[in-house]
């Protein structure tokens, strides 16, 4: 019953094919009717619910999926392929929810952890147990009632955000809060490579910056992300590119310099690699089967 309740309301709040925006920041719904076969993907920190159909995720040799039955957390932004299943019958309906850092800081910091030495993992699946059910459904009860929304949706998110960090994956998204050790060191350079992802990288820099001999950087870099610094990157330089294309604002030359290619020949390159498309055909392909990204 709960399970026909979450697919019909997402039905409803989701009418468009590809992300529906909500009224409440960091929240989108997905509707898709298309099977995805090895799309490049670059999730930010947060959690992906998927109501019905299926997804799986693929990160050096490892599997992560994400269906009616398991939910997918993610501590650290990492590029990873992903593939799903939908039909034009039973598309594809799922909830994004990125997480409000400085809210689940402080959630974690009422909740009284002590400083852990836990792993970071950047993504983790795990099964959705009725806790996790019962504050989706709260969600999207709110996303549907405008009163109910704005009066209670904001507690609604923070009470997601609090069943995510104490189900299984918590452990880790905690570690990755509270930014300790190694782990903690490649978070913060992680950080603000977003902040600076256009400007010149040395990797030398990085490592420096963070306390670590480059080798050493390299190698806990490459645990938490799968990615050399440099690839990593790359592929976000590709994935904002991306969006940029996407919105169709700009000529293909201008991007490449915006997100920080001198040669727009070398970005072209770069960009069919990564995403199997060119520039022109990426855009189609997104409007066609994710509509808006932003």
């Known amino acids: 019953m709960k399970r026909r309740e979450l697919v019909e309301l997402a039905d409803r709040l ?3 094919q590809g992300y529906n925006p909500t009224p409440l920041p960091g929240v989108r719904i997905l509707r898709t ?3 995805l076969h090895d799309v490049p993907v670059l999730y930010k920190p947060g959690a992906v619910f998927v109501l019905q159909g299926r ?3 693929l990160l050096e040799g490892e599997i992560y999926l994400y269906d009616e039955e398991h939910y997918l957390a993610v501590s650290v932004p990492v590029p990873f392929r992903m593939e799903s299943v939908a039909s034009p019958e039973r598309p594809l309906l799922a909830v994004y929810v990125d997480f409000d850092m400085k809210m689940a800081a402080g959630i974690v910091a009422q909740m009284g952890v002590p400083e852990t030495s836990g792993k970071v993992k ?3 699946s795990s099964r959705m147990d009725p806790a ?3 504050a989706v459904l709260r969600l999207l009860n ?3 009632d405008p009163v109910e929304l704005a009066v209670l949706g904001a507690c609604i998110l923070r009470a997601l955000h609090y069943r995510v960090l104490v189900g299984p994956q918590g452990g880790a998204m905690i570690a990755g809060l509270q930014q300790r050790g190694p782990s903690g060191k490649i978070l913060e350079s992680i950080a603000r490579l977003r902040e600076r992802y256009a400007s010149g990288i040395s990797v030398a820099s990085l490592a420096g910056e963070a306390g670590m001999s480059v080798p050493s950087y390299h190698t806990h870099f490459k645990a938490l992300t799968g990615s050399t610094p440099i690839q990593y990157v790359k592929a976000m330089r590709l994935h904002e590119a991306r969006l940029m294309i996407a919105r169709g604002d700009k000529t293909i030359a201008d991007i490449a310099a915006s997100v920080g290619y001198a040669s727009p020949a070398q970005f072209s390159r770069d960009f069919k690699r990564h995403f199997r498309r060119t520039a022109s055909e990426e855009a189609e392909w ?4 994710l ?3 932003t």
């Open 14 to 16: 989701a009418p468009r």
């Open 33 to 35: 009717e298309t099977m």
């Open 55 to 57: 997804k799986r995720g």
């Open 122 to 124: 950047s993504l983790l």
């Open 132 to 134: 996790i059910e019962d």
């Open 142 to 144: 709110a996303l549907d």
């Open 286 to 289: 997104v409007r066609r089967h």
């Open 291 to 293: 509509g808006t990204l």
